[in-house]
């Protein structure tokens, strides 16, 4: 293909497009201090614009994407700010704060690398790390070192640890050996969320936005007075611990009905294991179950004014962008911009690159790990045996090279990538360079290790 018919291609002018409205949503939140929720509705609106959308199309959409999102993520991380607050009021944060105050920097780290990886298998990578990041918070502060570690060790086990539905949808698409490709994904996961780790540790250690002024609230941070760890504190930690297991196994649980071999059965069956994860019922349980092992205290917390009503006040602004974000995703999906220029680069011979590289550009282009990792693998079946990719463990390591391509370059078009922020208390132009960057080294680091797989089997 020439320079000039490149040029030409509608794909290209609304990449360019979508990189300004990048740069816009980082100037309307940064300069401006506009609210990030508003700032990612008016970077939608001008991208619709900008590719001839009709305004009823892009509002139909947006709205569309938004009410989607909030249902999908909204709700975990409701259930999330809830049971941290509660967890504050239990005493079960300052209980497991005092119990890993003398831990090493690097002791934390590998508590957040572990607990990241274990929320990495839940069906859902926003709701998976709403789910243990209250518990995250208590063992690791709230620094920014321990909230990237975590959430760059769950980005890279959803990448490449099975069953994640990265991992499941890349490995039925594709044919691959579901046995296989566990096998392959866990060094890799391993060794991203190392990279990730290096990466945190030198984010913790750079001076950038005003952590006091955080652009959201962290996840689960209500001004409440907890008590100290003697008063019923031990209870509440372990209810804290028990919570998050619950939660991250009902998501785990979710994850392993998805597959097309049906473990658990098909039918009625397989309908009640997916449903064991929806959003509705991690905040019935989650919430629920804090609420027993509060007991007393936790009845008083129930009100509008109350450690739940403060929690959700403080969760508010991070759900809103999250769902904007959402909104944005689907205007950007219906412009098909991903796929038309993902589809340029499926003649590459390049080997196991092709599916990390289709993958990573269809994510940063439309923002949905899911739905790169599906459409990077349908582009790939029909590639595996002209690239040479045939064989039983190839196939395999190809679809861990896609899921590990899905989750490379999060942005703003990604709601994960907000509630990171929120975590770490940085503004999206940190976060840009902070969070994408991050997750774009994992990528590479990842891959590189498919690469020395190959290379021994």
Not at 127 to 148: F, T, Y
Not at 154 to 177: E, K, Y
Not at 238 to 266: H, K
Request: glycine share 14%.
């Amino acid at each position: 293909m020439s320079l000039a018919s490149l040029l030409d291609t509608s794909y290209v002018l609304d990449t360019g497009y979508l990189a300004v409205v990048v740069a816009l949503v980082v100037v309307m939140t940064e300069r401006w201090r506009l609210a990030g929720f508003l700032a990612l509705g008016v970077a939608a609106t001008l991208f619709g614009l900008a590719t001839s959308f009709p305004m009823t199309l892009i509002g139909r959409d947006f709205g569309l994407g938004f009410a989607q999102t909030l249902a999908a993520v909204g709700l975990p991380l409701a259930a999330g700010a809830i049971i941290a607050g509660l967890a504050d009021l239990s005493g079960a944060t300052a209980r497991l704060a005092a119990a890993s105050a003398g831990w090493s920097g690097a002791r934390r780290a590998a508590a957040a690398l572990v607990l990241g990886l274990v929320g990495g298998l839940g069906a859902s990578p926003t709701a998976s790390l709403a789910a243990v990041a209250p518990l995250g918070r208590a063992i690791g502060g709230s620094g920014r070192r321990s909230a990237l570690t975590l959430a760059l060790a769950l980005s890279a086990g959803h990448a490449a640890l099975f069953p994640s539905p990265l991992v499941i949808a890349g490995g039925a698409i594709l044919g691959a050996d579901f046995w296989l490709v566990a096998a392959y994904g866990l060094p890799v996961a391993l060794a991203a969320a190392l990279a990730g780790a290096v990466v945190a540790t030198i984010a913790g250690r750079r001076a950038v936005a005003p952590a006091d002024v955080p652009l959201f609230a962290a996840v689960g941070t209500p001004e409440v007075a907890a008590p100290p760890p003697a008063a019923g504190g031990g209870r509440g930690a372990g209810a804290l611990i028990f919570v998050t297991l619950v939660l991250v196994a009902l998501l785990v649980v979710q994850s392993l009905g998805d597959m097309p071999s049906e473990p658990f059965g098909g039918g009625p069956v397989r309908e009640a294991i997916q449903g064991v994860g929806r959003p509705l019922v991690l905040v019935l349980v989650g919430v629920g179950l804090m609420l027993a092992f509060c007991g007393r205290a936790g009845t008083a917390a129930v009100g509008e004014d109350g450690t739940i009503g403060r929690a959700l006040g403080a969760a508010a602004p991070l759900m809103l962008a999250v769902g904007s974000a959402g909104g944005l995703q689907i205007v950007l999906q219906r412009t098909g911009v991903a796929e038309l220029a993902a589809e340029q680069l499926t003649g590459l011979p390049i080997g196991l690159a092709l599916p990390f590289l289709l993958a990573a550009v269809v994510k940063v282009l439309q923002g949905s790990s899911l739905v790169a990792a599906i459409t990077a693998a349908g582009m790939m079946a029909p590639l595996v045996a002209p690239l040479g990719l045939d064989g039983g463990h190839d196939r395999a390591l190809a679809a861990v090279a896609l899921g590990v391509g899905a989750m490379t370059g999060a942005h703003v078009n990604d709601g994960f990538f907000w509630i990171v922020a929120s975590l770490a208390r940085l503004r999206p132009a940190c976060g840009l360079g902070l969070i994408t960057i991050g997750t774009l080294v994992q990528g590479v680091v990842g891959l590189a290790v498919v690469y020395l797989l190959a290379a021994v089997v």
